[in-house]
T-cell receptor
Framework: AQSVAQPEDQVNVAEGNPLTVKCTYS??????LFWYVQYPNRGLQFLLK????DNLVKGSYGFEAEFNKSQTSFHLKKPSALVSDSALYFC?????????????WGAGTKLIIKP | EAGVVQSPRYKIIEKKQPVAFWCNPI?????LYWYLQNLGQGPELLIR????????DSQLPKDRFSAERLKGVDSTLKIQPAELGDSAVYLC????????????FGEGSRLTVL
């Protein structure tokens, strides 16, 4: 069965430091991987996706994510955190052979950036 | 460009009462999704429309939930009767192309059932 795990409920980072939000997945075949962000009282927003090609994917707001096939991971990263990055981050995966194109979502990780 | 619009933002009802949520997707987006999100969890798909056709409703509890997307634009999600366990945020999303995986979400409708 397909699944996504975000092992950390919350990540705390000081402003200006690098941040990493972890995501691991289980899916048959080569996965399609996504990151979304949810700011307080706002809808989810698409950040970036990996389909194929370069393992390092760049997205919105200076975020990037690295696909690691051997570790079945797709961690979200940013070199220098901003207080405004504080939000809820969701990782999602889609199996390449799923004709319904259904996204399987992680439970989310709350990112807190302290000034 | 206007985003996905949902209403109401908040709804409080007593159990066994009916409730309806409305969604207006981004213009030109043929695919519309309804998701349910419980606190501390990721979204769970309820139904997906391609234009006016419900192409994936396998996770919609059809005994009490119904949805429609007349004319392939706006959509309504209804619960009748509501149960305590239905308290959650109901999210609407749309996409230009289903295969892209890039969904645009509304702000959600938070339902509290007392």
């Amino acid at each position: 069965a397909q699944s996504v795990a975000q092992p950390e409920d919350q990540v705390n980072v000081a402003e200006g430091n690098p941040l990493t939000v972890k995501c691991t997945y289980s899916v048959s075949g080569n996965p399609y991987l996504f990151w979304y962000v949810q700011y307080p009282n706002r809808g989810l927003q698409f950040l970036l996706k990996y389909i194929t090609g370069d393992n390092l994917v760049k997205g919105s707001y200076g975020f990037e994510a690295e696909f690691n096939k051997s570790q079945t991971s797709f961690h979200l990263k940013k070199p220098s955190a901003l207080v405004s990055d504080s939000a809820l981050y969701f990782c999602a995966v889609r199996a390449p052979m799923d004709s319904n194109y259904q996204l399987i979502w992680g439970a989310g990780t709350k990112l807190i950036i302290k000034p | 460009e206007a985003g996905v619009v949902q209403s109401p933002r908040y709804k409080i009802i007593e159990k066994k009462q009916p409730v309806a949520f409305w969604c207006n997707p981004i213009s030109g987006h043929n695919t519309l999704y309804w998701y349910l999100q419980n606190l501390g969890q990721g979204p769970e798909l309820l139904i997906r429309y391609e234009n006016e056709e419900a192409v994936d409703d396998s996770q919609l509890p059809k005994d009490r939930f119904s949805a429609e997307r007349l004319k392939g634009v706006d959509s309504t999600l209804k619960i009748q009767p509501a149960e305590l366990g239905d308290s959650a945020v109901y999210l609407c999303a749309s996409s230009y192309r289903t295969s892209s995986g890039e969904l645009f979400f509304g702000e959600g409708s938070r339902l509290t059932v007392l």
